[in-house]
């Protein structure tokens, strides 16, 4: 092989690991224009965000969603900080660095902080162990928790006022109970029919469909649209028949725009669509002999006016599966397991802003949240 046969291959691992350096789209292409060009193709942006005011740092983030003004929202775990990481609060301190954040932050397109609340110095109850965020239409913020305790979803004003909570604090019982849920771990709101959706979640193994004002149950089901049941689930078989029932954790709920729901069954390597009243559509699988903790943990839908292609989380194989919406095949992946920008650990949610920008956030030791650019085609 020669130098030059090796120069060119060394530039293609660099492109497909997302480090490389490509022209963004200009001002006058359309998103749609850019989904068709390049849909399996980002670069990081390793500038986003800025550092964090006040001395602080990150825990585990374990949601990340995006409002009207492209504005991104993460939710991450203060008590997941170790006290060598704020050091700073011990007593006596260990160093100047650092605080953990609030659990909730804002941040501007430009990945300034907008303002942040919610954690541990919070006045009123809070979750031991926060998980997913969703934004929806009303600019309302709501939030869940897998913990053991954290049997509640909430609904906050942008300034993290509560405007409802749904559940009741360290009480499930079971996934057909109707007033308590079951360590929820994802939200989605359809705002026309003024409902939220629950992926409920570590505890519980179905979608629940609550009133987005009044927290009044409305409908739940399970794998396939059945009744969802509790009963002990066997180790996951690659080679065995797709399960019957969800796994644990029910991880995601994501609305299409054409009315659809798409649930990701974490440990069951698949996701699952629905119609909104619980249809059983179809499923696909993604990397189906991954074992643990499964390969299907997020979900997201490209922006265009089709949606055209669906974004997958997948914290086991660190990285992000890229699928033709329509028939839920795999048509490419971003990144790969590693601590540099563009890499992943536990890549545990995304989230796409309206300009095409996919912003994912990490849990365990990855502890931060990442953008990737859209780029064309070279």
Same mark, same amino acid.
């Given at each position: ?43 990081v ?25 492209d504005?991104?929202?993460i ?16 007593? +006596? ?8 954040? !609030?659990?909730?932050i804002?941040?501007? #397109?430009? $990945? &300034?902080v /907008?303002?942040?609340w ?68 994802d ?26 004002t ?13 009744? +969802? ?8 078989? !690659? ?5 019957? #029932?969800? $796994? &644990?954790? /029910? ?22 669509v629905?119609q ?11 990397a ?6 499964g ?78 650019? !859209?780029?064309?085609?070279?």
């Open positions: 092989m020669n130098d030059k046969t090796i120069y060119s291959a060394l530039l293609l691992t660099i492109a497909l690991l997302g480090a490389c350096t490509h022209t963004t789209p200009s001002n006058t292409e359309s998103i749609e224009e850019y989904i068709t060009l390049a849909p399996a193709q980002f670069q942006d390793p500038f986003w965000p800025k550092p964090l005011p006040n001395n602080w740092i990150l825990g585990q983030v374990a949601g990340v969603a995006v409002d009207a003004n504005h991104v929202w939710i991450q775990r203060p008590g997941s900080v170790t006290a060598e990481e704020a050091g700073a609060i011990q007593n +006596p301190p260990l160093g100047e660095c650092c605080a953990p954040a !609030p659990s909730v804002e941040f501007d #397109t430009e $990945g &300034n /907008v303002q942040a919610g954690g541990l110095d919070s006045t009123q109850q809070w979750f031991k162990s926060e998980h997913g965020i969703y934004v929806d239409a009303a600019e309302n913020i709501w939030i869940g928790g897998n913990a053991v305790e954290d049997q509640v979803v909430l609904k906050l004003s942008k300034q993290g006022k509560i405007l409802l909570q749904i559940g009741t604090w360290g009480i499930s019982k079971g996934s057909n109970n109707t007033s308590y849920l079951g360590r929820p771990a939200i989605a709101v359809d705002i026309q029919a003024n409902e939220v959706y629950v992926a409920d979640g570590y505890g519980n193994r179905r979608i629940i469909v609550f009133n987005a009044t927290g009044e149950y409305k409908r739940h089901w399970g794998a396939y649209g059945k009744m +969802p049941d509790d009963l002990p689930l066997p180790n996951y078989d !690659p080679t065995a028949p797709p399960r019957s #029932t969800f $796994g &644990n954790p /029910v991880h995601a709920v994501v609305l299409s725009s054409d009315g659809f729901v798409y649930i990701a069954d974490r440990t069951s390597n698949r996701i699952q629905f909104k009243d619980g249809t059983f559509i179809k499923e696909g699988a993604v189906k002999p991954t074992r643990s903790m390969s299907a943990w997020d979900i997201e839908l490209s922006r265009d006016s089709s949606q055209t292609y669906l974004y997958l989380a997948d914290g086991v194989n660190k990285k992000v599966w890229i699928l033709n919406r329509s028939d839920l095949k795999v048509i490419g992946s971003l990144g790969h397991g590693g601590r540099q920008a563009g890499q992943f650990g536990w890549i545990h949610n995304l989230a796409m802003d309206s300009k095409g920008n996919l912003y994912t956030t990490e849990v365990e030791t990855g502890k931060r949240v990442q953008k990737f650019n !859209p780029t064309p085609n070279p």
